[in-house]
T-cell receptor, first 112, second 114 residues
């Protein structure tokens, strides 16, 4: 069975500093990996995805993620955090049948 | 292009009642998935429908059911409500349910069972 782990419940960074939100996965076959962001009282919004190709994927709002097959990781990164980036972030893996499994989420807090 | 629409946004029900939630996907999207989000359990997959057929199912009791109509709109039903069913229920649609396509989420229905 596929699984996703987000080892940190919370990540705190200062505005302007780089941020990393970690994600590791387990899936049979080729991984299809996604990052979503959720703001309070809203649904999830798509940020970026890895399907194939370059290991560094660029997405919305200046976010990027690095796919590492040997470490089965797909960490979300941003070079310079903004206060408005504060939200709940979910990593997800999708299998060949289209079923998605989400991590438990990581709350990112960016302080001014 | 309209997004995924979920109705109602908020709902309060009494234990033992049943409830029906509605989801209208983005036009052209034929895959609709449902998720339950709670503070303790995170985001849990309920089921996915594609072309009016349930294609995937999560580990939820039979009290949770759903269906999809020919226009791709989907409903989710929960019977004999329990206090633990209080949650944010999210619907997501995607193009033809391919594994490389991202999902588009609605704002959710906040269900409170009292």
């Amino acid at each position: 069975a596929q699984s996703v782990a987000q080892p940190e419940d919370q990540v705190n960074v200062a505005e302007g500093n780089p941020l990393t939100v970690k994600c590791t996965y387990s899936v049979s076959g080729n991984p299809y990996l996604f990052w979503y962001v959720q703001y309070p009282n809203r649904g999830l919004q798509f940020l970026l995805k890895y399907i194939t190709g370059d290991n560094l994927v660029k997405g919305s709002y200046g976010f990027e993620a690095e796919f590492n097959k040997s470490q089965t990781s797909f960490h979300l990164k941003k070079p310079s955090a903004l206060v408005s980036d504060s939200a709940l972030y979910f990593c997800a893996v999708r299998d060949w049948a289209g079923k998605s499994t989400f991590g438990d989420g990581t709350t990112l807090t960016v302080k001014p | 292009k309209a997004g995924v629409t979920q109705t109602p946004r908020y709902l309060i029900k009494t234990r033992g009642q049943q409830v029906t939630l509605s989801c209208s996907p983005i036009s052209g999207h034929r895959s609709v998935s449902w998720y339950q989000q709670t503070p303790g359990q995170g985001l849990q997959f309920l089921f996915e429908y594609f072309s009016e057929t349930q294609r995937n199912k999560g580990n939820f009791p039979g009290r949770f059911s759903g269906r999809q109509f020919s226009n791709s709109r989907s409903e989710m039903n929960v019977s004999t409500l329990e206090l633990g069913d209080s949650a944010l229920y999210l619907c997501a649609s995607s193009l033809v349910g391919q594994q490389n396509t991202e999902a588009f989420f609605g704002q959710g229905t906040r269900l409170t069972v009292v």
